[in-house]
């Protein structure tokens, strides 16, 4: 699965099933295509494949063969449930229910392929289920092995080849897509094509369009995809569902390094918006994808985190109380930590200050209105109890050693879910709810199984509804093929 798209420039290739993007959904699409004896080419935009992919660290499953072996109860009625109940049932259950029910057999498809799952963790304390399959290398895993199946499947990959549009024969059905090299245009002829281009993070003007929480304050963490495949489905007459989902990853300096970003939403930090005010439970930070819905809420969505010498202490000397995934996990001693503060505070996002009256400059309030939020708050802490938002009173310690620390924290995001409008079997859907032949999609692109907060009880649920959904849309478009 290697051939690069510049190399070839031809006029016209043919094949059976066009997939487009080589992630999460179109890795398994395309594998899974040629499992189903389907001639497949792969199109893939940037010069490797994976997309955020092969940053992801773990995906969900119910009674999936891991779970079975750790003993972990995680039904899938249970699944099914919470991930409805989370959304008030606004999304379409068939969809949710054949990504559950398929969940532990792609378990087993990736582990019959080499993929090493080592541990299913909390991905909070007490989560009630545990879901999350975490990969022995990271998603990078999940993609290699998938590149090297689909090599050995006769899967013809085209790097650095961009889907620019559907074809379709004038009377509704789709029969390739054009593809777009730095050589120019050519035609890929398919009697169906899967859309998986990971959405539309880095469009600016469809963010604005769809997503009614966003502004430029945010910062994207992912790759910052462009909405290829959402508007070439439109373009060929897809419906959409879901529309306006950005999956926020809490809040965090922009660009700092990720040392800064697990301080930015530690438990015992507060937030205070730019009025100078606590707007928060801070320790609802266990759960990222929420506690950032609070920071959006505050004007111009963004907060500053605060916290002082003895915290910052702590975190070097007996470690950071809850980490970021397993890219930190928690109890890590950031050693590093001062420098970073020190380079941050250099460039303008960080101000490190002998006193709060100096830090509320910064902020451009007037002292005495965050030296009463302080002192409400260490008053709380004194207390034992927060008689404002009720946070844990583990996470209560007053702020009084100086020097004190503020980090002008705005809402990062991961990518955006929803789009393109499926039922259960991938296949796209036109405005009067019928399937546009031969045209399926599948990952991130698509809208129907996840609502307006990403849903981190069930973890991992992003990049499994995604090598799912890429299977389900293969099966399908190899049974569309047959004529079935
Ligand atoms: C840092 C990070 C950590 C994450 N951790 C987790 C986790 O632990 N658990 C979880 O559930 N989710 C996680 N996610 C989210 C997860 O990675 C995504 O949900 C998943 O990768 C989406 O799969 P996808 O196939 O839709 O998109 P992607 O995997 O991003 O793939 C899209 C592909 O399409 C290609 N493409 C785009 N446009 C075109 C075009 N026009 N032509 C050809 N190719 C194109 C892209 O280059 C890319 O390769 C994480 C995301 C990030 C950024």
Redesign the pocket.
Same mark, same amino acid.
Not at 217 to 243: H, K, Q, R, S, V
Not at 245 to 266: C, K, N
Not at 346 to 362: F, H, L, P, Q
């Given at each position: 699965m290697s051939t690069k798209g510049i190399a070839m420039n031809p006029e016209t290739l043919d094949t059976q099933i066009a997939v487009?993007?080589? /992630?999460?959904?179109?890795l398994a699409a395309a594998v899974a295509a040629a499992e189903n004896a389907a001639d497949v080419i792969l +199109? =893939?935009? &940037?010069s490797s494949? /994976? /997309?955020?992919?092969a &940053?992801? =660290?773990? %995906? +969900?499953a119910a009674e999936s063969p891991v779970q079975k072996r750790f003993k972990i109860d995680a039904q899938r009625d249970v699944i099914f449930r919470i991930a409805m109940d989370h959304a008030h049932w606004k999304l379409d259950p068939r969809i949710v229910r054949t990504f559950v029910d398929r969940s532990a057999d792609t378990i087993q498809w990736l582990e019959d392929k080499g993929v090493v799952f080592s541990r299913v963790p909390h991905y909070y304390p007490n989560q009630r289920i545990r879901t999350?399959h975490l990969l022995s290398r990271g @998603?990078i895993e999940l993609v290699e092995i998938l590149v090297k199946n689909g090599q050995d499947l006769g899967v013809r990959m085209l790097k650095e !080849?961009?889907?620019?549009r559907l074809l379709t024969d004038g009377k509704g059905n789709i029969t390739g897509v054009m593809a777009d090299t730095q050589e120019g245009e050519f035609k890929i002829t398919a009697k169906s094509v899967i859309i998986?281009? @990971?959405?539309y993070a880095g469009n600016k003007e469809l963010l604005k369009k769809y997503c009614p929480q966003y502004n430029e304050n945010m910062f994207c @963490?992912? %790759?910052p995809?462009?909405g *290829? /495949?959402l508007l070439m489905a439109i373009e060929a007459g897809a419906a959409t569902e879901g529309l306006g989902l950005i999956?926020f990853s809490g809040h965090a300096v922009p660009g700092a390094p990720v040392d800064l970003v697990a301080v930015a939403d530690e438990l015992n930090t507060v937030w205070v918006n730019k009025k100078g005010e606590r707007f928060t439970d801070e320790a609802t930070s266990y759960h990222r994808f929420e506690s950032i819905n609070a920071v959006i809420r505050q004007p111009d969505s963004f907060c500053y985190t605060l916290f002082d010498e003895r915290i910052k202490q702590n975190i070097i000397e007996k470690g950071i109380i809850k980490g970021v995934?397993t890219v930190i996990p928690p109890r890590t001693k950031l050693t590093g930590l001062g420098k970073a503060l020190e380079l941050e505070a250099d460039k303008g996002n960080v101000r490190i200050a002998g006193s709060w009256d100096e830090i509320a400059k910064w902020i451009g309030i007037k002292p005495a209105v965050l030296k009463a939020t302080i002192d409400e708050y260490n008053a709380f802490c004194d207390d034992g109890y927060d008689r404002l938002f009720a946070k844990d009173r583990r996470y209560l310690d007053a702020l009084r050693t100086p020097p004190y620390y503020a980090l002008r924290c705005y809402p990062r995001f %991961? #990518?955006t879910i929803g789009g393109i409008k499926i039922n259960h079997r991938m296949e796209v859907l036109d405005n009067n709810d019928n399937p546009i032949p031969g045209l399926y999609a599948?990952?991130? *692109?698509t809208g129907g199984w996840e609502t307006d907060t990403y849903n981190a009880i069930l #973890?991992? !649920?992003?990049?499994?509804f #995604?090598v799912n959904s @890429?299977r389900i849309a293969a099966e399908n478009a190899a049974r569309y093929m047959m004529g079935e």
């Amino acid at each position: 699965m290697s051939t690069k798209g510049i190399a070839m420039n031809p006029e016209t290739l043919d094949t059976q099933i066009a997939v487009v993007g080589a /992630g999460a959904a179109g890795l398994a699409a395309a594998v899974a295509a040629a499992e189903n004896a389907a001639d497949v080419i792969l +199109l =893939e935009k &940037r010069s490797s494949p /994976g /997309g955020n992919a092969a &940053r992801a =660290e773990g %995906l +969900l499953a119910a009674e999936s063969p891991v779970q079975k072996r750790f003993k972990i109860d995680a039904q899938r009625d249970v699944i099914f449930r919470i991930a409805m109940d989370h959304a008030h049932w606004k999304l379409d259950p068939r969809i949710v229910r054949t990504f559950v029910d398929r969940s532990a057999d792609t378990i087993q498809w990736l582990e019959d392929k080499g993929v090493v799952f080592s541990r299913v963790p909390h991905y909070y304390p007490n989560q009630r289920i545990r879901t999350w399959h975490l990969l022995s290398r990271g @998603g990078i895993e999940l993609v290699e092995i998938l590149v090297k199946n689909g090599q050995d499947l006769g899967v013809r990959m085209l790097k650095e !080849t961009t889907a620019k549009r559907l074809l379709t024969d004038g009377k509704g059905n789709i029969t390739g897509v054009m593809a777009d090299t730095q050589e120019g245009e050519f035609k890929i002829t398919a009697k169906s094509v899967i859309i998986a281009t @990971g959405g539309y993070a880095g469009n600016k003007e469809l963010l604005k369009k769809y997503c009614p929480q966003y502004n430029e304050n945010m910062f994207c @963490g992912g %790759l910052p995809y462009t909405g *290829d /495949g959402l508007l070439m489905a439109i373009e060929a007459g897809a419906a959409t569902e879901g529309l306006g989902l950005i999956q926020f990853s809490g809040h965090a300096v922009p660009g700092a390094p990720v040392d800064l970003v697990a301080v930015a939403d530690e438990l015992n930090t507060v937030w205070v918006n730019k009025k100078g005010e606590r707007f928060t439970d801070e320790a609802t930070s266990y759960h990222r994808f929420e506690s950032i819905n609070a920071v959006i809420r505050q004007p111009d969505s963004f907060c500053y985190t605060l916290f002082d010498e003895r915290i910052k202490q702590n975190i070097i000397e007996k470690g950071i109380i809850k980490g970021v995934g397993t890219v930190i996990p928690p109890r890590t001693k950031l050693t590093g930590l001062g420098k970073a503060l020190e380079l941050e505070a250099d460039k303008g996002n960080v101000r490190i200050a002998g006193s709060w009256d100096e830090i509320a400059k910064w902020i451009g309030i007037k002292p005495a209105v965050l030296k009463a939020t302080i002192d409400e708050y260490n008053a709380f802490c004194d207390d034992g109890y927060d008689r404002l938002f009720a946070k844990d009173r583990r996470y209560l310690d007053a702020l009084r050693t100086p020097p004190y620390y503020a980090l002008r924290c705005y809402p990062r995001f %991961l #990518s955006t879910i929803g789009g393109i409008k499926i039922n259960h079997r991938m296949e796209v859907l036109d405005n009067n709810d019928n399937p546009i032949p031969g045209l399926y999609a599948a990952g991130v *692109d698509t809208g129907g199984w996840e609502t307006d907060t990403y849903n981190a009880i069930l #973890s991992g !649920t992003t990049f499994a509804f #995604s090598v799912n959904s @890429g299977r389900i849309a293969a099966e399908n478009a190899a049974r569309y093929m047959m004529g079935e």
